[in-house]
């Protein structure tokens, strides 16, 4: 009875104690109850101020509405086929598919069978005809030779044809000296008759006048006769001596004029077989001209070169020793520098708000966007009809017209090149971000209560 009634009392005392924390625990939260409700209405009042302020921007901050699809880099015109009229043994193989090359480079070398030796035979014989050319105009300009546009190589040619050139203006230089010798000497002569004639004309003056005063004394009987005769004789030998030297003065005269004919003409002769040898070296000049033209032609024709700058899609000749028939394609080049254009995929559930015109945002996997950023680009064309993929997919073919041809600010790098993957978003317009947001719930009200 004791324990009992000591259990019992224990039982109370936790009891009261009890009810006392619970007093306790109600007042405290009445006394909380009031500023933990006013801190809940601060956040709501904050959160629903947040999702009103967004709503507010989202109704009037447009964003691009755009279709994206995919495709790849092409060149607007067609492959270059190189190709090779004559054909020919292939000599070196100097590129291989995927490599870049420049207008002009050559592909393939085939063999020559002699060409290049052939070729520097004609270029020597063309050499040494300019020099000789080069030499006769020179005499017949009467200048000094200019060799200054033949090669320094061929040294011998030019001091072959200038000492020909000195020679040959040394002999008429020797034969002009002796000509002038010989006509110093004719006037000398012509001179010595001139003066002789002079004399013998006084003389023949002066025994005309006493013949003729001893004439008529004769007459008159008051001179001998004798003596008259002697006068008379005297005057015949003057008379004969003036005569003959007249006729040599006339053919002194004649023979200094045949001198001064001879050297007016002086190298006449000369000049007229220079004249013969410039016309045949013309004409050898012209036929090996076209020798040499020839044989650049079948050398140029030896390397395969590419038509364009562009990048080797395919080499049908693998190797050296092979044989390339007339015409047979040897090699594919796709241009570079002809406008690219990114031909696109477009599905044809989005054809409907896509023509031709669109602005285009063209991104490449082979540049990071986020560090090189993308390219503007105008669809150009879309296709009137579908075409079928290797899956069996349909789509419509759409060709995008790009502002650059590279990635970035550099026009140097980041080169667009045919073949680059690309995403292309096609931008369709501008539409608020709420009407974005809004637009799945739209589309989920459009198909409710439909079966």
Request: charged residues 25%; proline residues 3%; without cysteine.
């Amino acid at each position: 009875m004791t324990a009992t009634a000591a259990l019992s009392g224990v039982r109370n005392a936790v009891a009261g104690r009890q009810r006392d924390d619970l007093r306790y625990l109600a007042s405290s939260i009445e006394l909380e109850e009031p500023t933990r409700l006013k801190s809940l209405g601060g956040v709501t009042y904050a959160v629903s101020g947040l999702v009103a302020a967004f709503l507010l921007w989202a109704s009037v901050a447009n964003i691009h509405a755009v279709t994206r699809t995919s495709g790849e880099v092409a060149p607007s015109g067609s492959l270059r086929i190189v190709q090779h009229q004559v054909g020919g043994v292939i000599r070196e193989i100097l590129v291989q598919e995927g490599q870049l090359v420049d207008e002009g480079e050559t592909l393939v070398l085939l063999q020559g069978d002699g060409v290049v030796e052939d070729l520097q035979q004609a270029r020597e014989k063309q050499l040494a005809l300019r020099a000789r050319e080069e030499r006769l105009r020179a005499f017949l300009d009467d200048r000094e030779p200019d060799f200054s546009q033949l090669k320094s190589a061929q040294l011998g040619y030019v001091e072959e044809q200038r000492n020909t050139f000195l020679s040959m203006q040394a002999a008429i230089n020797e034969e002009r000296k002796v000509l002038e010798q010989q006509r110093s000497q004719k006037y000398q002569a012509y001179s010595a008759l001139k003066e002789q004639l002079s004399t013998v004309e006084r003389n023949r003056e002066i025994t005309q006048k006493i013949y003729d005063s001893r004439k008529e004394l004769v007459k008159e009987g008051y001179y001998p006769r004798v003596q008259f005769l002697e006068t008379e004789r005297n005057l015949n030998e003057l008379i004969g001596a003036e005569l003959q030297l007249k006729r040599d003065i006339e053919l002194a005269q004649t023979a200094l004029a045949e001198y001064d004919q001879r050297l007016e003409l002086q190298g006449a002769k000369s000049r007229d077989e220079a004249y013969v040898a410039l016309d045949s070296i013309t004409a050898e000049l012209a036929q090996n001209r076209e020798v040499v033209e020839k044989l650049e032609n079948r050398l140029r024709s030896l390397a395969v070169t590419s038509p364009v700058r562009g990048l080797v899609k395919s080499m049908s000749v693998n190797s050296v020793g092979g044989v390339v028939g007339p015409g047979q394609v040897i090699a594919e080049v796709v241009p570079l520098d002809e406008e690219l254009i990114v031909e696109i995929k477009i599905s044809p559930k989005d054809i409907g708000n896509i023509q031709a015109g669109r602005a285009v945002d063209v991104k490449f996997s082979a540049y990071d966007y986020s560090q090189f950023g993308s390219i503007r680009g105008t669809l150009d064309y879309v296709s009137a009809t579908t075409f079928s993929g290797p899956g069996g997919e349909r789509f419509y073919r759409g060709k995008v017209k790009l502002d650059k041809n590279y990635v970035g600010d550099d026009p140097d790098h980041n080169i667009i090149i045919p073949g680059m993957t690309v995403m292309a978003d096609i931008i369709l317009g501008d539409r608020t971000l709420l009407a974005h947001l809004l637009s799945p719930a739209q589309k989920i009200a459009g198909g409710a209560f439909k079966e």
